[in-house]
């Protein structure tokens, strides 16, 4: 399972924090577990949802031991929201007031080109000449493509003294609208980031 697919199964941010990538499967384990969910539960949703938080973990894991170490510049994600289309990050950063740079990850989503946004293609069946609308092999049905990526961003002085910083058209994609959101990122400046608990 790709790195995007399994923040798309838990429903969560690239970045998310362990904590925030726990609750998230112990909401869907409750939801789909077929010993606990009403009705059954969803054995397959279950195993991709573990599948998604064992890879998500991990890396969650070995990003806290390297400390995100980034251009000579350590950060750690504080906390991830989102309202709307817009994201927010809030980050504990170990650079002082100089120009830097942060080097963040990102899931950037497109219309897929393949179904263009509508999520279904047709099928032909049995070589005839009657065809069948099916979930696009591409997307799988979502209508756009994801990718982890990553996003970069010079933060000039001015930037770092006032804390906050807007990145116009990097939050979440409707593919519908053909909108995008905007990321919002906090800045908390640190010595060291045990300091962040």
Known sequence: MSQARSYQELNLAPGATELEIKAAFRRLAKESHP?????????????????AY?????????NRRKEMAVNGVQYRFLSQTKKGLDLY??????????????????LAKEVCPRCFGEGRTLTQLNQGAIYRPT???RCEGLGHTERLSHITVTVTEAMAKAGKIRLKGAGDFDVKAGERGDLYLSLNFVE????MH
């Open 35 to 51: 010993d606990s969910a009403a009705a059954g539960g969803d054995p397959r949703k279950f195993q991709r949802a573990h599948e």
């Open 54 to 62: 064992q890879d998500l973990l991990a890396k969650a894991r070995a």
């Open 89 to 106: 990050y809030d980050l504990a950063v170990t650079k002082g007031l100089d120009d830097f740079t942060l080097t963040l990850p990102w």
């Open 135 to 137: 979930a696009c092999p």
């Open 192 to 195: 060291r980031l045990s300091e």
